[in-house]
């Protein structure tokens, strides 16, 4: 990227340049390949130069892209319908997508543009770089220059769509009255949710089937958003071969929506009819979060930091959700502790206590949900992100996209002796494949999560020492690793490969579900390392898997030391020609943040993880003060053992009482600034708080 604007008046910037696959929709690939009329061929040569200035290029190449199976990252199901470009380097992208002085993006604003990065750590890198230009939303900059501003606003919106209930079906609301029903359309049809932020186009569910009814559970993220004005879920329709239409639209608006707590329920989908009415035409069962927080200077913190880092982090998962009531925050607990590098020496401090605890029973060793098992987990999906994806999400991919279906159980199949044993065959040669899968990168298991499961594997071994020659006992260390990277890890990614991001189209349809809980169960089966085969299996159907079962058991042990064994002596890479450029833009990032105000530096993410240590502080502290009524039931006892809580509650309010008197001196500043002198305090309003343009009114058409 070059510089070419320059707000803050910094030193020209080198260029960077990163090799990514360009991933379009079909209708964006085709407003990439449409051009204008060409000059006329007499006229060619003599207006070819002033045609190109007036953005009138000759007709480039077209690019022919096939349907991609590349592994994407992305909350957009829409993805899997992309035509993927290649990879090619910004030098090359303008050239191919039309010409050198033409942007390559799509005409069609709703229609986004797909880059998939080689890695996440670079990805990530490039992120935190295009963050560093971006104009953060900063307010009071004349009020508290030395900072570059009074405090920041960051928002952010988790929404899931789960399911939709009576699409079709019409319901005509009148005042005073609750309608009546109408029958409901049966013709099968598709339908999709177009989401919409301020008036933009922001993201889209898949198309689902469901004869009114359909199932999405997908999972959308934005961050970083403007001022909230309405959230608007737009239903489309689209019934072959008539033209998508649509059904009808959700309208929530979000600048009083409740803050920092889950809401989950039906809202109803409504649609303007012809009169004064609307008709209600479905229902649709949406999940949300909404996150609104103001963020203040990094030393504003460092007192709440402080009384945090005197504990260990399980500690304050456990009175987070036990004592408090506060489930939302455990991402960004993580977040601190990643940020002190001590997620690994608290977890196996924890794992001690636990285990020097557990009961002499090993049958329900770690099989509970307790504080080690819940930041387990936290640790698996934050270090293992990667790992996780090269073990089965191209295996889960590919069993989705070929809409395997397989049935072993003669009551659910209702077929003769044959067919089950065909299903059979099919069943363990999909097992071989997964397990083999998970087998091959078994070395590309992160060295954080070696430590963790070589802790688990060592404490139990010591703990269990003498019944480990039993039978009953046998393989129990083992087990101890497994019962987290298989029964909490592998096992539920194949179970829901949607909440996983690898089935990218939504949830998968049910017989293809069927066939990921009974490979599920198997790989289960093997993992538990029971030494009577039988035991391995509790369906009285699936007794024929345990010969497989038998045969891969010494291959999951050997798998089972390599993941739990760190790497003592890493060799030292060789720097490739990618990660020579990730570095460039590393040092270019610390020089960069050394000359911008405080506020617009905290606001570029941390690499590796891209943590935001001010906003993860911020909305702990908010999340403690809204739970007002468990506050105040804490602070009032004086228990010995919530010393350390009450003190970090303490240290919350101190926190919100310093963002008021920032926001009450803004408002002052205002204030005082229109009364002196109107033209003045106009231009003081504008310029303390930063100018957002209006959003366009989105078209239902």
């Keep these: 990227m070059s510089e070419h604007w320059n707000p803050l008046g910094l030193p020209a910037t080198p260029e960077f340049f990163v090799s990514v696959e360009l991933y379009l929709s079909s209708a964006a690939a085709l407003a990439l390949n449409k051009q204008p009329n060409p000059p006329q061929r007499k006229r060619r040569d003599k207006e070819l130069s002033a045609g190109i200035s007036a953005g009138n290029l000759p007709e480039p190449r077209k690019v022919k892209g096939k349907r991609s199976s590349a592994v994407l990252e992305s909350n957009d199901p829409q993805i899997q319908q992309k035509n993927p470009v290649g990879s090619r380097s910004p030098r090359e992208l303008p050239r191919i997508l039309g010409g050198k002085r033409r942007r390559w993006t799509s005409n069609h604003t709703a229609e986004p543009v797909y880059l998939h990065f080689p890695n996440t750590e670079l990805c990530n890198t490039w992120l935190a770089l295009l963050r560093s230009y971006a104009v953060p939303e900063i307010y009071g900059r004349l009020v508290s220059p030395a900072d570059g501003g009074s405090y920041r606003m960051w928002r952010q919106l988790e929404l899931t769509v789960i399911q939709g209930r009576g699409l079709g079906t019409v319901k005509l609301l009148e005042k005073g009255g609750t309608g009546d029903g109408g029958e409901p359309d049966v013709v099968d049809f598709a339908v999709s949710c177009h989401v919409y932020l301020n008036g933009i186009l922001c993201g889209r569910t898949s198309e689902k089937k469901g004869v009114g009814s359909p199932d999405w559970h997908e999972n959308l993220t934005f961050r970083d958003l403007p001022p909230f004005d309405s959230l608007v879920l737009l239903i489309r329709r689209d019934k072959k071969p008539m033209k998508s239409a649509t059904l009808g639209s959700v309208t929530i608006p979000l600048a009083h929506f409740r803050r920092g707590e889950y809401v989950e329920g039906w809202f109803p989908v409504l649609h303007s009819g012809p009169t004064a009415s609307d008709i209600q035409v479905g229902e649709l069962r949406l999940k949300l979060l909404v996150f609104e927080e103001i963020i203040l200077p990094h030393s504003t913190y460092a007192s709440l930091l402080e009384s945090f880092n005197a504990r260990n982090l399980l500690d304050w998962i456990d009175d987070f959700e036990n004592k408090l009531k506060v489930k939302t925050v455990s991402s960004q607990l993580m977040s601190l502790a990643v940020h002190r590098n001590v997620v690994i020496s608290h977890v196996q401090e924890l794992a001690l206590r636990e285990i020097d605890e557990a009961p002499p029973s090993h049958h329900t060793l770690f099989r509970g949900n307790t504080s080690l098992t819940k930041v387990m987990e936290l640790s698996m999906n934050w270090y293992g992100k990667g790992f996780l ?91 101890s690793v497994t019962a987290f990277c298989f029964l909490r890890f592998f096992v539920p990614a194949v179970l829901h490969p949607h909440l996983f991001g690898f089935q990218l189209a939504g949830m998968p349809p049910a017989p293809v ?86 506020l617009n530096k905290e606001a570029v993410p941390q690499l590796p993880y891209l943590l935001d240590i001010p906003r993860h502080s911020a909305v702990i502290a908010s999340a403690i003060i809204r739970n007002t009524q468990e506050l105040q039931a804490r602070t009032r006892p004086l228990d010995p053992a919530d010393e ?58």
């Design 389 to 479: 994806e090269a073990s089965v999400g191209g295996v889960i991919r590919k069993l989705c996209r070929e809409k395997v279906a397989i049935e072993v159980d003669p009551a659910r199949r209702g077929k003769g002796p044959k067919d089950i044993e065909r299903n059979f065959e099919l069943l363990t040669s999909w097992c071989q494949e997964f397990l083999d899968q998970i087998y091959a990168v078994r070395t590309e298991c992160p060295q954080e999560l070696r430590i963790l499961f070589e802790t688990l594997r060592t404490l139990v071994e010591k703990r269990y020492k003498p019944e480990l020659s039993k039978e009953s006992h046998q393989n129990m260390q083992y087990r």
């Design 513 to 598: 579900l069927r066939s990921l809980t009974l490979i599920a169960k198997v790989l289960q089966s093997v993992a538990n390392l029971n030494t009577v085969a039988t035991a391995n299996i509790k369906e009285e159907y699936m007794r024929g898997m345990r010969g497989f079962i038998v045969d891969n058991t010494p291959a999951m042990i050997d798998y089972i030391l390599v993941v739990s064994t760190p790497t003592r002596d890493l060799p030292t890479p060789q720097v490739s020609d990618l990660r020579r450029e990730q570095l460039d833009i590393e040092t270019h990032l610390y020089e960069r943040a050394a000359t911008m105000p405080i």
């Design 644 to 701: 350390k809580l009450n003190d970090f509650c303490s240290k919350c309010l101190d926190v919100e009482e310093q963002a008021l008197l920032r926001v009450s001196q803004l408002r002052a500043k205002i204030s005082s600034g229109r009364q002196s002198a109107p033209f003045l305090g106009k231009w003081l309003h504008l310029y303390l708080h930063p100018y957002i343009r209006p959003a366009p009114k989105p078209s239902f058409v």
